[in-house]
Nanobody, 122 residues
Framework: QVQLVESGGGLVQPGGSLRLSCAAS????????MAWYRQAPGKQREVVAA???????DYADSVAGRFTISRDNAKNTMYLQMNSLKPEDTAVYYC????????????????WGQGTQVTVSS
């Protein structure tokens, strides 16, 4: 089973930037479309961005133009560069299997990691 470990979150002021990382165990990572998700307090988990094994990407409308998803298959690692952060980006961010386009959902997921907290506040 693949294990996922998210890191890189923190407290940042509006307009600031953060770079999240997702480290995955197991070579199957490189074969799968992966995605970043987030869950704000009292809200359902939502998909933020997805990237195919070959590097094609999709973004939710709320983050398009501000966030960039990328991956390094040799390192079994995925990234989310977040710029121009807004208070509404505050959430716990998770990585897991994804599907493109984003309106679809995976039929199964890897076990969820602990996530990484992103707080955007002045």
């Amino acid at each position: 089973q693949v294990q996922l470990v998210e890191s890189g979150g923190g407290l940042v002021q509006p307009g600031g930037s953060l770079r999240l990382s997702c480290a995955a165990s197991g070579s199957i990572f490189s074969l799968r479309t992966m995605a970043w998700y987030r869950q704000a307090p009292g809200k359902q988990r939502e998909v933020v961005a997805a990237i195919s094994s070959g590097g094609s990407t999709d973004y939710a409308d709320s983050v398009a133009g501000r966030f960039t998803i990328s991956r390094d298959n040799a390192k079994n690692t995925m990234y989310l560069q977040m710029n121009s952060l807004k208070p509404e980006d505050t959430a716990v961010y998770y990585c897991n299997v994804g599907v493109r386009p984003l309106r679809f959902r995976p039929t199964e997921y890897f076990d969820w990691g602990q996530g990484t907290q992103v707080t955007v506040s002045s």
